[in-house]
């Protein structure tokens, strides 16, 4: 055999061998972390998990995925695992996906034809204004964008993170109430829905993260919630809005009107409706009332997209707009989060983004523990965990209860003197418009410049209300105007705190812990710095 063929072979030989070795170690550890999952889940399901959460929606998931990372064993008790269809969590706002990013989970936003959005188009009596997020926000390190889409997909995302790691077990079942122990509760009774038979989990730090409808939150804390409307929404199909970047805010009569794209090709058709005179859906009269009040009051360039989904028979939800305010519960071992927790008027569709704010604090507070059963420890990180979410839910539970109120049409001379004074403040420009849209967005969440230009808007309504001249009548609706806003005001600050409101010790924490432009994990092997630049305001990104 010649030299060349005995080459060729020896290269062959070497080949086969390198391929076999590599082979190997790859089947080895294929299997080796195989069973570091079946003995994570085995564990888990033996009630060795150190931490239940229940409900995998977005705050769930989310939790879920960042504490299995940290290295704690996580039990999901969902009820239901199909994509959820749902008319409210449809838009994140650039602060929400920021909380996304410093979690390592934004990616998720990727592949479900998720929309972006720069800004707010704000329309009143045949008059627009454009209001995008602010570029040049030194305070903001991340793009300055909202994302609409379709809830159920980013769920399911989520949910497929959250389950992808070995020591998270997601469980379809229906808890049915907590097992509690001299006022320190210990885990779940729930029935699982593939066996059909109750059962109990038991954990050492159970989450409540069931929603707005929880059957928990009862038997944990004492809060109301309110429902003040109640808003009907559905998808117009194979229609694009002609500014399909902005989320377009009717501010018609009785209610506003919203509209964006939840898809490339579909578009959101929302109507507020007073709790009052819910028009019924079974005989007609839901479509008959968008079509004869609401939809002459849409601005032509987005009638017919409304009114095409109603002619083309969209299926329509009706569901109520609600707030709670958020109170601890007293008993030990749990915590409540998301909706369950803490609910805002969801015109300001802010809902996602404090939850997740409050899923990257509590991971903060919880990594130091080596011993979530040390009751008292957890106490005081829960307590720690409401005085720090403030900045931001202070800042848009206010926001949203203010607009919420704003914004309603009404044949009283001073609150449509405020209504009006909004449109202009909003539409004004300058360091009016791109202060409310970083407050609206998340960029910037600070209760006490809320309260700022909250009684900016108030003086602005007032100036409409005294001209051309005062008289004693326009003199007394603008004392009526200001002592609504004192109200309104004065209720947030009993329910947040007037420290947290006017005196925000924690804020500039804030900021820095969990607003600063830090390395924002993307995956499991690359990473992407923010950094604000001084001069303007827009990040430098550097792939490490």
């Known amino acids: 055999m010649d030299l060349p063929h005995v080459w060729l072979w020896t290269m062959l030989l070497a080949f086969v061998l390198t391929w076999m070795i590599f082979h190997f170690n790859n089947q080895r550890k294929k299997k080796s972390m195989l069973k570091l999952a079946e003995a994570a889940t085995e564990e888990i399901r033996e009630g060795v998990a150190d931490i239940i959460i229940v409900g995998a929606g977005v705050g769930g998931s989310a939790l879920a995925y960042a504490l299995a990372k940290d290295g704690r064993r996580v039990h999901v008790i969902e009820r239901d695992m199909r994509e959820p269809e749902r008319i409210m969590g449809e838009v994140m706002q650039p602060g929400g996906r920021f909380m996304l990013s410093k979690l390592g989970l934004q990616d998720c936003l990727e592949g479900i034809d998720a929309q972006k959005l720069t800004g707010l188009a704000v329309y009143k009596d045949g008059k627009e204004g454009v209001l995008p997020f602010p570029v040049e926000n030194n305070t903001f390190p991340y793009e300055p964008s909202a994302r609409s889409f379709h809830n159920g997909r980013l769920v399911q995302r989520l949910r497929q993170r959250a389950s992808s790691l070995p020591n998270v077990h997601v469980e379809e079942g229906t808890v049915k109430s907590l097992i509690e122990e001299k006022g320190v509760i210990k885990g779940v009774i729930y029935k699982n829905t593939t066996a059909c038979q109750e059962t109990t989990a038991f954990a050492p730090l159970t989450v409540v993260c069931d929603g707005c409808y929880s059957n928990l939150r009862r038997s944990l804390v004492d809060s109301t919630e309110e429902v003040h ?92 707009t609600k707030s709670m305010s958020a109170t601890l519960s007293e008993k030990k071992g749990v915590i409540v989060l998301g909706d369950a927790f803490n609910m805002r ?31 008292t420890q957890v106490s005081q990180v829960i307590k720690n965990f409401n005085d720090i979410r403030k900045p931001m839910s202070a800042t848009v539970n206010t926001l949203g209860d203010a607009f919420s109120q704003v914004l309603v049409a009404s044949k009283d001379e001073a609150k449509e003197a405020m209504r009006q004074g909004c449109y202009d403040y909003l539409c004004s420009g300058g360091f009016r418009t791109s202060g409310l849209m970083a407050l609206l967005g998340g960029m910037n969440p600070r209760p006490l410049s809320l309260v700022l230009h909250i009684f900016g808007i108030t003086f602005t309504s007032i100036g409409h209300l005294l001209s051309p001249f005062p008289t004693p009548l326009r003199i007394w609706h603008s004392l009526r105007l200001f002592v609504s806003t004192m109200k309104m005001l004065g209720h947030h600050i009993k329910v947040e705190g007037a420290r947290q409101m006017l005196y925000p010790e924690s804020t500039p924490m804030y900021h820095r812990r969990y607003m600063a432009a830090t390395a924002l994990q993307l995956n499991d092997d690359k990473s992407v710095l923010f950094i604000a630049a001084a001069t303007s305001g827009r990040g430098n990104k550097i792939t490490l």
């Not at 008027?345 to 130091?368: E, F, N, Q, T, W």
């Open 229 to 320: 409307t109640y808003m009907v929404g559905y998808i117009t199909r194979n229609s694009q809005l002609y500014d399909p970047k902005s989320l377009h805010l009717i501010l018609s009569r009785p209610m506003v009107c919203i509209m964006y794209q939840t898809s490339s090709d579909e578009v959101r058709c929302i109507a507020e409706i007073p709790a009052d005179s819910v028009p019924s859906m079974a005989n007609g009269e839901m479509s008959t009332f968008l079509k004869e009040s609401m939809a002459p009051q849409i601005p032509i360039q987005l009638r017919e997209i409304f009114i095409k989904g109603i002619n083309d028979g969209a299926s329509m939800k009706v569901v109520p």
């Open 345 to 375: 008027h969801p015109i300001i569709a802010s809902g996602m983004m404090v939850v997740l704010s409050d899923v990257l604090i509590l991971r903060h507070l919880l990594k130091p523990l080596e011993n979530l059963a040390n009751v």
